[in-house]
């Protein structure tokens, strides 16, 4: 049976990343269409890095982002992110560690006890004020080491030259193939906001390098809290540093943390399934975009029939456009 054709587009993406010949997106969708990039499509992916996706009309807008932004359903009519929200089968949260985590990262039990004998701690970072998480990681950071000498390449904190990749390049694998040489790794995201979990925390778990996390208080939901040091489960600093020292200090009950999987039980690894899903329920109700309002959306309506307003409207018209409970 031949595949039906879609007409889609890309735009306001970060530089290097979802681009239109390589994206978890197009991987999806070729295994069911033929996908055309066009320059007027029915279906157009958009980021949070312009506002060129208002240049675009007479078509279906799908925000996502690896960002902490949540998606303004006055402007998409569908949209992907971190945050723990529903909308109807307009949202999927779909944080970028979906598609970049193995499922080999649940069974590390044959890892090797020489993982306990690496460098001590590593902070990789090169921002120093954006978010809440930038200047407690700086202090985090100075009283650990306190401690034991922290190996920071990064440009805050900077104590040691080594050679990254560009973050245009392969600065991701780059990384990666550093945190290999640690034992650990502070991890602290920029925000900490429910659901916001980044490669500040699965980069070093794919690293086998235990995260030292500060940031989404719902964690755990995904991943296994005996698998990282969770700075959200103590009082202080002091605490969670007393906690790394036992560690250090402790070849057996490092491992036993780094042999631990990586997820919850409950993780589901098939990442393919809940795109395509997503994705082809949008693309098989065809270009049908939602009839923007001055108060947000309504649902597409067949050509010559009008929607007859009442006294609700406005609340419904209210709850579908920014104001959203974020759980």
């Not at 040691?160 to 602290?188: M, Q, V």
Request: with cysteine; hydrophobic share 35%.
């Amino acid at each position: 049976m031949d595949k039906k054709t879609i007409k889609i587009n890309f735009t306001d993406t970060e530089k290097g990343y979802f681009n239109n010949d390589n994206n978890i997106f197009l991987d999806v969708l070729k295994e069911h269409y033929n996908v055309e990039i066009s320059d007027k499509p029915d279906f157009l992916f958009y980021s949070c890095f312009g506002d060129n996706y208002k240049n675009y009309s007479n078509c279906v807008k799908i925000f996502f982002t690896n960002e902490n932004f949540v998606p303004d359903f006055n402007e998409a009519d569908y949209g992907l992110g971190f945050h723990n929200l529903q909308f109807e089968d307009r949202y999927l949260r779909f944080p970028e560690y979906f598609y970049k985590l193995p499922a080999s990262v649940q069974d590390r039990s044959n890892l090797s006890e020489e993982l306990a004998n690496r460098n001590f701690c590593n902070f990789i970072y090169s921002n120093s004020k954006n978010g809440e998480g930038a200047p407690l990681r700086i202090e985090f950071c100075k009283k650990l080491q306190e401690y034991k000498h922290v190996d920071c390449p990064g440009k805050v904190l900077h104590n040691i030259d080594i050679d990254f990749a560009p973050r245009s390049g392969n600065w991701a694998d780059s990384k990666i193939e550093l945190l290999h040489n640690y034992k650990f790794t502070i991890a602290f995201e920029n925000r900490f906001t429910n659901g916001y979990t980044t490669e500040k925390l699965y980069q070093p778990v794919i690293a086998n390098s235990i995260p030292i996390y500060m940031g989404n208080p719902d964690v755990t939901k995904d991943f296994n809290p005996k698998a990282f040091i969770n700075c959200n489960d103590y009082k202080n600093f002091d605490e969670v540093i007393e906690v790394v020292k036992e560690l250090d200090n402790n070849n057996e009950k490092y491992m036993e943390m780094l042999r631990q999987p990586a997820m919850q039980e409950t993780y589901d690894f098939d990442y393919k399934r809940k795109i395509s899903e997503f994705l082809v329920n949008i693309i098989e109700k065809g270009n049908k975009p939602y009839v923007r309002q001055r108060n947000g959306f309504v649902r597409f309506v067949e050509k010559n029939f009008m929607p007859i307003k009442t006294k609700g409207m406005h609340k419904v018209l209210h709850i579908c456009g920014l104001k959203i409970k974020v759980g």
